[in-house]
């Protein structure tokens, strides 16, 4: 359980942090901080979601796994969202996995009291029905570049949607991680990475990425970078 000292550390989650206070208040004594570690699995395919997850400064993937093994990112969960909105649509399942992709800390919470909150109405719910069609917005526009743009493109979006999840341009990020999210080989991770870092878009050294040109990093990113960053814009105007 958390104590009213942890306050500024959990509305570091924007969510959170867009709560009514009294509808904060209520939830408090049910939020539990949480530390993450690189690759911990959160929620299991098909399996009941016993817990939330609201990212502090970690960074959480949805991933679809095959019947073979093979993964591939649907969309990131940082501090703008919540994982395991399934149980908000009256099902405690999700056919994705949630693991730790930034290790870090979440704020963890039941879901049966998130579900019960919910189902109370007020501005978790309006602020929640929002968030599910941002992540929508967000996994649909994944599933269309990954089938549409090159791998520069798609690189390029993916650390931005990961710095923004974090609020921080150092990620902590191995090239075989990036390739799993990505659904590529690691050797096109780590042909494409090298390239931006030659042209200072990146520095890159041991697992430790740093954007160091923002602007022309956006340029190179396709437009579903636009896309998501103005849904998100959206749910927290």
Sequence with gaps: MTTYQDVPTLIQNRLLAKLAPDELKRLHPHLEIVSLSLGQVLILPNEPISFVYFPINSLLSAVT?????????????GREGMAGVSILLDTNTTPMQILAQIPGQAVRVKASIIKQAFDTGGSLQKLLHRYIHTFIVLTSQSTACNRLHHIEARLSRWLLMSS???????????????????????????????????????SYHRGQIQIVDRK??????????????????????
Excluded: H, P
Aim: with cysteine; aromatic share 6%; glycine share 10%.
């Design 164 to 202: 923004d999840g974090i609020d921080s341009d150092s990620l902590a990020l191995t090239q075989e991680f990036m390739s799993t999210m990505l659904g590529v080989r690691r050797s096109g991770v780590s042909e494409t990475a090298s390239k931006l870092q030659s042209r200072g878009l990146i």
């Design 65 to 77: 796994v095959m019947e073979d093994g093979s993964t591939v990112e649907a969309g990131c969960i």
């Design 216 to 237: 022309s990093l956006e340029k190179t990113a396709c437009e579903c970078y636009g896309v998501v960053k103005a849904e998100y814009k959206r749910l927290f105007d």
